[in-house]
């Protein structure tokens, strides 16, 4: 067993001046029966490493944005220039050109965007616009998918309050509440009876098109993504698609384009960023117009667009477009996924496991997960185990099982025989 003398005694004092110890309520170790959060202190290329000096290998990925690793060279190349050049005007600048001009070329749907400090504000913003656009009321979600913590959103949030055991947040009152309509994902029957009682007050349907908080759940078929679009159409009202996760993970773009569907707003973030705060909303022009100056619906921010982000996102774009980046991440992520299979079997561990790309979740159960329900009916107790016993081996995964691996673009193919290794072990011991 690892030692943690100084991630307790750090935890301790961050217990004292910081809520729970911790900046977001996810990195707490809650939902894997509780314990001291490892607090580290640098990363390097794929491994991180912790304040008792223990080394491992990084999956977590910071929840996701960290696809080029931890102080990849393009990466601190572009914070350092940025930072000479001062990191915040409060003007207008060449770099937020040019980083929605990228955007906007991997994502020809962006016809206008506008970048804001973090996925919430992105998708609370595009509600709004819906809203203003339709001149209607409500939204509607899928059931256990998180958009962050705007206060709407928290209704039905799944794997963010879920993960803590709330269903849903305290201080969100009824009448938000009375605005938002759940139903399960993966289910176009179900949507469709939703809409006939709710259409005409419905403004918006948001979707992950590709689920990444009860874990990765990839729509049921080809068809789906587009169903979805055709019956909130049909009931006149907008689709918004939460690519916080999927922009840019699976390849270089949307995952809309996976599927060749065509949502009227996007909500990004998390990987657009390098690595700093980012958040962007975007889509149809006609739409987007609705909003300030341009529009009535209302929209600011005094860091929203800041050169730091711009430059560092635009780096991290830079290097996703070189070849055979997004194959790597995913031939990576299935040598993993293979040998996880392989090693549950030889122990008679029940696993199911769901990947898209570089990204994968381990569930505990032999059921197939395809909604919120089949993710929370996996063994949570059996994933508490799998966890510790991973970190115990240096291997860092997310402590929730509602969680995804993410393999990065500078994992090593040394990376992942050391993982196979502790594989045999680990599934040894549940
Ligand atoms: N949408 C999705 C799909 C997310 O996964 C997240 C964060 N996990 C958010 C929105 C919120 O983003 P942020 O944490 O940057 O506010």
């Known amino acids: 067993v690892l030692d ?5 005694l750090w935890f301790e004092r961050a217990q004292a001046v910081i809520l729970g110890g911790v900046n977001s309520p996810s990195r707490s170790y809650k939902s894997v029966g509780g314990g001291t959060p490892t607090v580290m202190v640098r990363g390097q290329g794929s491994h991180m490493y912790d304040v008792d000096g223990n080394e491992y ?8 944005p960290s696809i080029l690793g931890h102080a990849h060279p393009a990466i601190t190349e572009a914070i350092a220039q940025a930072a000479v050049d001062g990191v915040l005007y409060g003007t207008p600048t060449p770099s937020e050109v040019l980083f929605a001009e990228k955007l906007r070329q991997a994502i ?22 819906a809203r203003a656009y339709t001149g209607r009321r409500k939204v509607l979600k899928f059931a256990g998918c998180y958009h962050g ?3 709407a959103m928290l209704v039905a949030a799944g794997s963010g309050p879920s993960s803590i055991g709330v269903p849903d947040s305290a201080g969100v009152t009824a009448n938000i509440a009375s605005e938002v309509i759940t139903v399960p994902f993966n289910d176009p029957d179900i949507l469709a009876k939703a809409l006939e009682v709710h259409g005409t007050d419905v403004a918006a349907v948001l979707v992950e098109p590709i689920v990444g908080n009860f874990g990765i759940v990839p729509p049921r078929d080809d068809r789906y993504l587009g169903q979805v679009i055709d019956l909130a159409h049909q009931h006149g009202a907008l689709v918004i698609f939460d690519e916080v996760i999927t922009a840019f993970r699976f390849h270089y773009g949307s995952a809309a384009q996976m599927y060749d569907v065509h949502p ?8 657009i960023g390098g690595g700093l705060p980012i958040g962007a909303y975007g889509g149809r022009k006609d739409i987007m117009e609705q909003v300030a100056p341009l529009g009535p ?14 430059r560092t996102g635009m780096a991290c774009l830079d290097v996703l477009q070189e070849p055979g980046i997004y194959d790597d991440m995913a031939r990576r992520a299935q040598v993993l996924t293979e040998a996880a299979h392989e090693a549950a079997k030889r122990h008679g561990v029940s696993i199911t496991i769901n990947r898209m790309g570089g990204a994968f979740t381990i569930y505990f159960g032999s059921h197939p997960v395809r909604n919120y329900d089949d993710a929370n009916a996996t063994d949570s107790d059996q994933f508490a185990r799998f966890f510790h016993l991973l970190a115990d081996r240096n291997i ?9 691996w993410f393999v990065s673009a500078v994992h090593t193919d040394e990376d992942i025989e050391r993982t196979v290794a502790v594989y045999d072990e680990v599934f040894k011991e549940l």
């Open 264 to 271: 009227d707003l996007y909500a990004l973030g998390k990987i």
């Open 4 to 8: 943690r003398t100084q991630s307790k």
């Open 149 to 151: 913590h705007s206060d």
């Open 396 to 404: 860092l995964i997310a402590p929730s099982k509602y969680e995804a």
């Open 297 to 310: 619906a209302y929209q600011a921010g005094t860091m929203a667009g800041n050169p730091l982000s711009m």
């Open 57 to 64: 290998i990084d999956y977590l990925a910071a929840y996701g």
């Open 108 to 129: 020809p749907d962006l016809e206008r965007i506008r970048f804001v400090n973090s996925g919430t504000e992105a998708v609370m913003t595009t509600i709004r616009v």
